[in-house]
């Protein structure tokens, strides 16, 4: 087998070994690993004609289709830094982007094209778009080449620049709900590393078909792509609507992997799913926070023979932990313990370790912590710090400083080392003098099988400090019954956790980007009308 340093390496690798087997579907379209390659290399091929230089920015604003796939990874191999573009964010917020790295290359469709006009002048660093799809007319942009997809992989074959897997792979960027979003700068390293990391303990095979549902620039959706691709089994690219668009996407494509955040999760919950596709859908795996206990016992139900796997992770260090399936009706709540090649850390704020079931900090070493946020020094020093010398693995000896990632993540981590999310540091409710994760809160809340959705927050108050307040929805689209609610949580919860209120909201709760419920947009939504939260 060649060896795997780079990120394209991956499906070059899995060509030579399967040329033929099936990589990607989209729609009706199927690659193999041969065609799927070729078409990578001529992207590369077409950036080199365009004179990209080594690390410069190609940015990729599309829907889920080959040519997202295509270009991604012909990035990469040209050498390059791809920047994959959340296909519903605004124009002034893809501008924004473009502008924040400097992109050289924008990979766009038509139609988005004369969407972006206006903003595009603004980006000076610009110099070539090119449009998936031809169209008898399309605007023109100042400073920018437009170039047909035709004409770029047309090119003659060359070869990318050198780069090795401690050069910059990617930029991504996280939802920005609140100010300005920033930009994760991760290396071949880490985009490898973790590809192999997650395929190890999900335990992937060429036999698999992962369904691609996540956004491609959200990190746990793009390594639907790379862990796939390590062992060279088969992505089917899902653009959705609706709930039940993923269930039939699963049943039709025979889908072994399935990785969603909570706010699918408890849609798909509320549907009935076909009994034949626990007997092919291997695993279900969750991210981008906790999955809500009843949740998961909704799907277990209907998904006997389907393995779950419980996550947590940060864009900042793309995968952190996860709990092993045999352990999910052991410790539901628990986030598991570190994943292959990884460390993971709970310290107290002087940097000594916690003892067990003390809360702390969540801190993560290892090949998977990104390069930091790109131009941006002062959240970079935040988030990325030397590590104590009193860490376990670090010796006196050791005179160059290890950088780790501080997530803000407040855990615990048990007698048997495993960890338990707490809240964000951030998050946390002080009230009567007690401090209350909305995570608790809304867990207990969703075991009521009385809301659909929920948010916790806490809103000033004289003589508590802060009040808790929630904002729900009814469930599968029925009224909200704050009075039943209320008298649940008398009975379940403390007498401090108990919402002061419980405010209704008309339709499903906002998402950001990644499809998570945008927290930032209600709690919003509370100040405007009761102060600051906490």
């Not at 997809?149 to 090119?155: C, G, I, K, P």
């Not at 973790?194 to 990190?219: I, Q, W």
């Not at 862990?227 to 089994?233: C, D, E, L, N």
């Not at 004289?462 to 009224?479: R, S």
Request: glycine share 8%; net charge neutral.
């Amino acid at each position: 087998m060649n060896a795997t340093f780079l990120l394209h390496h991956l499906i070059a690798n899995s060509a030579s070994r399967t040329p033929d087997r099936l990589a990607l579907t989209a729609g009706r379209t199927s690659l193999s690993y041969a065609e799927l390659n070729a078409r990578v290399q001529a992207v590369a091929s077409g950036l080199i004609a365009l004179g990209l230089a080594r690390t410069e920015r190609v940015a990729v604003f599309l829907d889920k289709r080959p040519e997202t796939v295509d270009t991604i990874f012909g990035t990469s191999a040209a050498g390059g830094v791809f920047v994959p573009v959340n296909p519903i964010l605004k124009p002034e917020q893809v501008g924004y982007i473009l502008r924040d790295c400097n992109v050289r290359v924008l990979v766009t469709s038509a139609e988005r094209l004369k969407t972006l006009t206006a903003t595009l002048a603004e980006c000076h660093d610009l110099r070539h778009i090119v449009l998936v799809d031809a169209a008898a007319e399309h605007p023109q942009v100042s400073g920018a080449s437009i170039i047909e997809w035709s004409a770029l992989t047309a090119s003659p074959a060359c070869a990318g620049h050198r780069v090795i897997d401690a050069d910059m792979a990617a930029i991504l960027y996280t939802s920005g709900s609140t100010g300005r979003p920033k930009g994760v700068v991760l290396s071949h390293r880490n985009m490898v590393a973790g590809a192999k990391s997650v395929a190890e303990y999900l335990e992937n095979t060429a036999d698999d078909t992962v369904l691609a549902a996540l956004p491609l620039s959200f990190d746990a959706g793009f390594s639907q792509l790379s862990t796939a691709f390590h062992v060279g089994a088969r992505v089917v690219l899902l653009n959705y609507l609706m709930p039940r668009d993923v269930l039939r996407a699963v049943e039709r494509e025979q889908v072994t992997g399935l990785t969603a955040v909570p706010p699918l999760w408890i849609q798909l919950a509320q549907l009935e799913w076909p009994a034949s596709i626990t007997r092919h859908l291997r695993y279900i795996a969750n991210t981008g926070g906790r999955m809500p206990r009843e949740t998961l016992g909704q799907l277990r139900a209907q998904l006997p023979e389907t393995r779950p796997y419980l996550m947590y992770g940060l864009t900042e260090a793309f995968r952190a932990t996860y709990l092993p399936p045999d352990q999910a009706d052991r410790r539901p709540d628990s986030i598991g313990k570190a994943i292959p090649n990884s460390d993971v850390l709970v310290l107290r704020e002087d940097g000594t370790e916690c003892a067990p079931n003390e809360p702390g900090e969540l801190v993560q070493r290892g090949a998977l912590v990104a390069m930091g946020y790109w131009n941006d020094p002062e959240k970079t020093a935040e988030r990325f710090k030397p590590l104590p010398a009193t860490t376990p693995g670090r010796q006196s000896g050791l005179v160059i400083p290890e950088l780790a990632v501080f997530s803000g993540d407040t855990v615990r981590r048990d007698e048997e080392g495993y960890l338990y999310f707490i809240g964000r540091r951030d998050d946390m409710i002080k009230t009567s003098g007690y401090r209350v994760s909305p995570t608790e809160v809304e867990e207990i809340l969703y075991s009521t099988r009385l809301v659909g959705e929920c948010a916790a927050f806490g809103v000033p108050h004289e003589t508590l400090g802060h009040a808790i307040h929630v904002i729900a929805t009814g469930p599968d689209g029925a009224p909200l019954d704050i009075d039943a609610v209320l008298g649940i949580c008398r009975t379940r919860m403390p007498a401090y956790m108990v919402p002061a209120a419980i405010h209704p909201h008309p339709g499903a709760l906002p998402r950001n980007p990644n499809g998570k419920i945008d927290r930032n947009t209600l709690a919003k939504t509370l100040e405007s009308t009761h102060g600051t939260l906490a």
